[in-house]
């Protein structure tokens, strides 16, 4: 662990020329500024436009009312539910990031005792449990779901056995042989690899749960690579010339385990980055760091699984600005432009540097930095970087076409986040089909149901079930999101009228007639939420990467959960990756 040897500046002093400039304070933008600070030593400063740091992860806490007799037996006497992203994916950056803050005895992790499915609401009134993806044998598996489970018919489990273990259709060819492989929507990829029923009962409704977006739309080379990947690596195989996906699935575990790299998730939309496979190389060290500082459980135990904090996720980015501080952090500073700076600036020894305007409550502030990175959403850089990245504005601000196979920019749907519980006696009392308990303790992950269902509910994430102890023992404790860029009108509806539609979806999948009214605990409207990794989009990230490699000044980034991933975990893999990109270029500017 590096300590830094940089000196703590006056939040005033707009004069000092800093190693890097960071903008945007969400869990990109902290995460890559607590990297730079602590272990590669660097001048650093955060700024963000909002009055705290986290951007989307926004932790509440509601306290059970005095006058409410349902805690008779103990347990929490409040409420505590994420608004944003409900937990990360536990890996080895989480746990190293969480030890350097002083988080790790913090972390929850989802509950060892019960099922982690997650359920499927049908149209036919039922609700199915889906197969875990990572085990073929056994119950729960994929063998298992296929002889047992009647979510598919018949038909549709052969066509997508088929596809899994036999083979199925090869990717579409391009017109000329010269011409780039032809990208599909995740519609496309599924219906060629597992089957229409399969898409349309499965992979869409999860798909539109998870990214809020339109699987026709949605690419899959850029939204699921890793998938991408199981399909290139199964045509790898001489004798697998059909491509079934198993075999791909497999022999990229045996790559992982003999330390090729390959396999392991990635933090990226599209090949994984030079500083992607760094980070791979670079997990013995953290196995080896976490031997000296041990996590709360052991690696082969944790890694993968969902997690967060006592306190909630809110936690790391409150740990990070305690770190950091206000010498190193500035909100509600918003940029509005970036100009470079004079190339023989004597404090700067003739290498040149950034010089950033920022709009801080109706006061203008500038910063300058030898090197900048900007991690805020692509709608919100609006012409700002036009000067030092000419073209920047147009790319992001495309229009996007009716064709789904055209498309520019990146698109961030309206969603709203509605928080509700339910006394358990609310609930249907049913057994569920796969023998994990009754519908009323709610064992699994969360739910999602099909289009053909007709509800508006893409996604309902059993929060009392994830990390118990987060709500009264009487209650389930559900999140559910709705809109997405298939229903967008809910950034125009009521409050009341966004939680009359979740509680009349709630009825009919998970309640019974008589339930009584929900404990509305949150009700949050992201106007503009996650980025849509739509066909073309990695077009548009390649032009960007141009744009940054023909910057003759170097040392500019524009990165965001819009290229990197839109997972949390992918966010906070960004900053430890792209700290050590950041801190090579200023060392070889030095020696340059």
């Known amino acids: ?172 060819t391009p017109p000329n042989d010269d011409d780039d492989a032809v990208e599909e929507s995740i519609m496309d990829w599924s219906i060629r690899t597992l089957g229409a029923e399969a898409y349309r009962t499965i992979i869409e409704p999860i798909v539109s749960g998870i990214y809020v977006g339109d699987p026709s739309r949605l690419s899959a080379r850029t939204t699921l690579p890793k998938l991408m990947r199981m399909e290139g690596r199964a045509y790898e195989l001489g004798w697998n010339v059909r491509g079934a996906l198993l075999y791909g699935g497999l022999a990229m575990r045996r790559d992982a385990a003999a330390g090729s790299g390959e396999g392991m998730p990635s933090s990226s939309s599209s090949s994984p980055t030079e500083e992607e496979e760094e980070r791979r190389n670079d997990e013995a060290e953290d196995r080896h760091h976490h031997h000296h500082h041990p996590p709360p459980r052991g690696y082969d135990d944790y890694h993968g699984r969902p997690g967060s904090y006592k306190t909630g996720l809110i936690a790391l980015p409150n740990a990070i600005m305690d770190e950091l501080g206000p010498s190193r952090v500035r909100l509600s500073w918003r940029l509005t432009n970036v100009e470079r700076g004079a190339n023989n600036d004597d404090d700067d020894g003739g290498g040149g540097y950034y010089v950033a305007t920022f709009d801080n409550d109706g006061t203008h502030r500038k910063v300058k930095a030898r090197t900048l990175v900007v991690t805020i959403p692509t709608y919100a850089i609006g012409t700002s970087l036009d000067v030092v990245l000419p073209g920047s504005a147009d790319l992001f601000g495309r229009g996007k076409s009716d064709d789904a196979k055209i498309s520019g920019g990146v698109s961030y749907p309206p969603v709203a986040s509605v928080t509700v519980a339910y006394p358990k006696s609310a609930f249907r009392d049913v057994d569920l089909a796969d023998g994990s308990g009754n519908l009323r303790d709610l064992p699994g992950f969360g739910m999602v149901s099909t289009r053909s269902a007709g509800l508006r509910i893409l996604a309902t994430l059993f929060s009392s079930s994830l990390f118990p102890g987060r709500c009264p023992v009487e209650y389930n404790l559900l999140s559910c999101t709705i809109g997405g860029a298939r229903d967008e009108a809910v950034g125009a509806m009521s409050e009341d009228d966004l939680v009359a539609v979740v509680d009349g979806d709630l009825r009919t999948m998970l309640l019974r ?43 500019l980034w524009v990165c965001g959960n819009y290229r990197t991933g839109v997972s949390l975990t992918a966010c906070i893999n960004f900053g430890y990756d792209h700290a050590k990109v950041v801190a090579g270029h200023l060392s070889s500017k030095r020696r340059g």
């Open 1 to 172: 662990m590096t300590t830094t040897n940089a000196v703590v500046r006056d939040v005033d002093d707009h004069h000092h020329l800093y190693d890097c400039l960071v903008v945007g304070g969400g869990i990109s933008g902290s995460t890559l500024a607590h990297n730079l600070h602590r272990s590669h030593g660097v001048d650093v400063l955060l700024c963000e436009s909002s009055d705290r740091l986290g951007g989307n992860v926004c932790t509440s806490t509601v306290a059970l009312s005095e006058d409410d007799d349902d805690n008779d037996d103990g347990g929490a006497s409040f409420f505590l539910y994420e608004e944003g992203p409900s937990n990360f994916e536990t890996s080895p950056c989480v746990m190293r990031i969480s030890d350097e803050l002083d988080l790790s005895n913090e972390i929850v992790l989802a509950s060892e005792n019960r099922s982690l499915s997650t359920w499927i609401y049908h149209d036919d009134g039922r609700i199915h449990p889906l197969p875990d993806g990572k085990r073929i044998f056994g119950r729960g598996g994929i063998l298992d779901f296929v002889l047992r489970d009647d979510l598919l018919s018949w038909r549709g489990k052969l066509r997508a056995f088929a596809g899994l273990f036999l083979g199925h259709p090869p990717p579409p």
């Open 513 to 555: 007639p008589e339930a009584p009214h929900p404990k509305v605990l949150g009700l949050k409207i992201w106007p503009r939420a996650i980025p849509q990794y739509e066909l073309g989009h990695s077009d548009t990230m390649t032009e960007l990467k141009r744009m940054e490699d023909t910057n003759d000044a170097g040392g």
